[in-house]
T-cell receptor, first 112, second 112 residues
Framework: DADVTQTPRNRITKTGKRIMLECSQT?????MYWYRQDPGLGLRLIYY???????NKGEISDGYSVSRQAQAKFSLSLESAIPNQTALYFC???????????FGSGTRLTVV | KQEVTQIPAALSVPEGENLVLNCSFT??????LQWFRQDPGKGLTSLLL?????REQTSGRLNASLDKSSGRSTLYIAASQPGDSATYLC???????????FGKGTHLIIQP
């Protein structure tokens, strides 16, 4: 099994729908992150969490919310999806600031 | 705000060549720098992690260097192979908000 698992792998949804992307990890890391990747823009940080009680906004948090249900689980929600949220979404984990990151395989989200 | 630039944006070389990918950054106050590869539509695979106190790291045919004073890192790939074809991303962990700041990547094609 992968260290960082994202579900679903692919999702097509309609404008205005609420959608949740899920991430779970077996690394035992405290820090978890959500990124989105767009062609030509690279990867940008949406939210990050140091533990279940510590949630922080990243560069592009508008239109998104997150929930850290447990040390191993970090979910990203789009309350009312819009087409410009079509992107590849990645979850990542890290042990501490001096350590490297481990990424999941990504969720390809299409909003029509 | 940290800005990361990767040059070239794309590179196509014959198999067997040695090559260098470049990553430059504007803020030298970094914790570490991590090189990743990404295959089309896939997640990020970590290649090398260099701490701010280190000058280089090696793994097999890969060697990454870091020069904080000049704001540069290079990824050297020796004896390139078709399987090295991928997009290579440079991510920097800085001293401000947690999370990696990424360049837009170098799309590498190794011709058989």
């Amino acid at each position: 099994d992968a260290d960082v698992t994202q579900t679903p792998r692919n999702r097509i949804t309609k404008t205005g729908k609420r959608i949740m992307l899920e991430c779970s990890q077996t690394k035992g890391h405290d820090r978890m992150y959500w990124y989105r990747q767009d062609p030509g823009l690279g990867l940008r940080l949406i939210y990050y969490s140091f533990d279940v009680k510590d949630i922080n906004k990243g560069e592009i948090s508008d239109g998104y919310s997150v929930s850290r249900q447990a040390q191993a689980k970090f979910s990203l929600s789009l309350e009312s999806a819009i087409p410009n949220q079509t992107a590849l979404y990645f979850c990542a984990t890290s042990e501490r600031r001096g350590y490297g990151y481990t990424f999941g395989s990504g969720t390809r989200l299409t909003v029509v | 705000k940290q800005e990361v630039t990767q040059i070239p944006a794309a590179l196509s070389v014959p198999e067997g060549e040695n090559l260098v990918l470049n990553c430059s950054f504007t803020d030298s106050a970094i914790y570490n720098l991590q090189w990743f590869r990404q295959d089309p539509g896939k997640g990020l695979t970590s290649l090398l992690l260099i701490q701010s106190s280190q000058r280089e790291q090696t793994s097999g045919r890969l060697n990454a260097s870091l020069d904080k004073s000049s704001g540069r890192s290079t990824l050297y790939i020796a004896a390139s192979q078709p399987g090295d074809s991928a997009t290579y991303l440079c991510g920097i962990r800085g001293g401000g908000a947690d999370g990696l700041t990424f360049g837009k990547g170098t799309h590498l094609i190794i011709q058989p």
